[in-house]
């Protein structure tokens, strides 16, 4: 029998306190299933001059219990949190990840702009200055203003040209909704400028860009979330995709601001027929494969990415953020427990692939060194 591969979870915490228990329960217990040594772990946890590692296993009747574990062959980072202690424990060397670091929204949109294998998919970006707005405003009729380093719709305000007026909904950093309603582009300059000096996220910058009709439903903002990940041979697959329909008059569509899952074509079909619905989907794919590519070419071994893309009023495809670390709730909440099984399983049996490749290069190695030297 081979032995146990050895498979760390990097994440947050804090005493017995975890970034997000549930889900890190769930990727311990498919570990177990594949028969793997599986345990979570935070930065306060790696002794490195010892080489020991204090791992944390779920109890059955909740909890966690923590006890000493083996040097992990392959670490899955779920850490969501850029604290300095985990930025120089990602940086050390210390061990071999499944998914590299990844950057900031504005870097990885600017990036994405300048493909080929991607660009027509990436709307109008600049980074914020006043009168970039001025021109974005005249250009477009809806704009976005959010944050360069935000998550979860937070701090993501939309202008919407209505007749003569201007119509601004935005979500602040607390989710609470902030609404005005203007009509000189002047007062417009002077909104988003105390908007981006109130809502910005440490010392980051804010993104103006092209706004998508996304009024699937009158008055919501619906959008596609799909997750790719890696599979058991270490390919690239779309998982599942649902859609978002955001709260009536809402900015997003994000689930933690009040948005609601839901199976892709009860919507999609509904709005552009069977057919349409059908090609929407697969250019969804199409662009979920390609975004993958070119983003590993990047930055170099990736495991899963969540992508929200939007699908226009007209049926065309957009990409408006990718997530390196993304959530899997969307399947829970629209009932697809089967694929949010899988979406669990998957990282676990793509990190017991990377085990099973590194053994099998190691093998190959000590057998050529001892060849070499008969
Ligand atoms: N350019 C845009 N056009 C239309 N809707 C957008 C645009 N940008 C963001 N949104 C809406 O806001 C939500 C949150 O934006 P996103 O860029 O994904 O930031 P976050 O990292 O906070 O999730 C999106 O899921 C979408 O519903
Ligand atoms: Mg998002």
Redesign the pocket.
Known sequence: MSPKKIIGILAWREGKRFGEPEYLRRLVHAGHLLGAEIFVFSHQDVFASEKKIRGFVPKESGGWESSWFAWPQIVIDRYRRRVPEYMKLRHSGLFDFANSPFSK?WRVTQLLAKDARVKRWI?E?YVYAPATLKTMLVKHP???V??GN???????L?VAERGSKYQLSGRDKNYARKTASLSDPEEVGKWVKRWVNEQRIRDGNFLL??????ELVPDR???V?LLIQKDKKGEWRVTGCAV?V?EKGS????LHGG?KALPFHLLVSRRFGEERAQKILQECHHMAHQVAMVLEEHFGRMMEFGL?I?VDVQGKT?L??V?PKPGREVFQQMGALDLYAEAICRPVQYACYLIEEKTKRLTKEVELSSRRRR
């Open positions: 929204k709307p970006t809806i704009l976005y959010k944050p935000g998550t979860g719709g937070k701090s993501i939309k860009q092209q706004g998508l009709d996304l903002v619906t959008d979330r978002r955001g900015s997003t569509s994000n948005g929200d939007g957009w408006i953020e997530n």
